[in-house]
């Protein structure tokens, strides 16, 4: 993984996408803009599930492969593994660092991380990246902490300065930049992309503002 493939990681799931938008459509659009990293993230009430969810997977990691954009499994491993993926998106309450490391061995290992020493406990795990947030209010996750502003990502990156940093949580076209001004690789986003009714533009606005301030 490069530390490029984090500028703009868009993550999504069914039913993160307006009812009346096709998901696999919102990603092709997605890829044609020019996102440069993938989470599939099937959560919520009325997410797929069997085999219905695993097609859904590899409708998007075809996708992804088609653009030559990682394909990065939100969670599930035991998913991650049987398709190979890219890699794998682990939150705090999902699996032990360590043991996913061991479990999908040289694949791309991405970390949600709040404090100092989850920070640690995943650089100490070989953690690829780490993703940060919330940075804003969401309303793309139910179950978020609450919000943490840009102040532990700024010292993250001071502290380590070689690891590779996503921004998570409440980002959109108009508050990136001053995310991007803390020294994060890139910015993760759900809305911004599922509920932009121009995704080509909003796509393009994100990668400008990510090269102001490179």
Partial sequence: ?????LQLYFIMGTSNVPPQQQPIYILEKALQAGITMFQFREKGPHALTGLAYEQFARQCQKLCHQYNVPFIVNDDIELAIRLEA??????QDDFPVGEA????GNMILGV???CEEELQIAINHQADYVGIGPIFPT???????PPCGTSFLQQARSL?????????????????????????DGVAVISAICESEDVEHTVNTFRSLSCINK
């Fill in 1 to 5: 993984m490069k530390r490029e493939d």
């Fill in 86 to 91: 890219d890699g794998v998106h682990i939150g």
């Fill in 101 to 104: 490391r061991k479990k999908i």
């Fill in 112 to 114: 949600s991380v709040h």
């Fill in 139 to 145: 309303s793309s996750k139910s179950d978020a902490r």
């Fill in 160 to 184: 380590h300065p070689e690891l590779p940093i996503v921004a998570i949580g409440g980002i959109n076209c108009t508050n990136a930049q001053t995310v991007f001004q803390t020294g994060a």
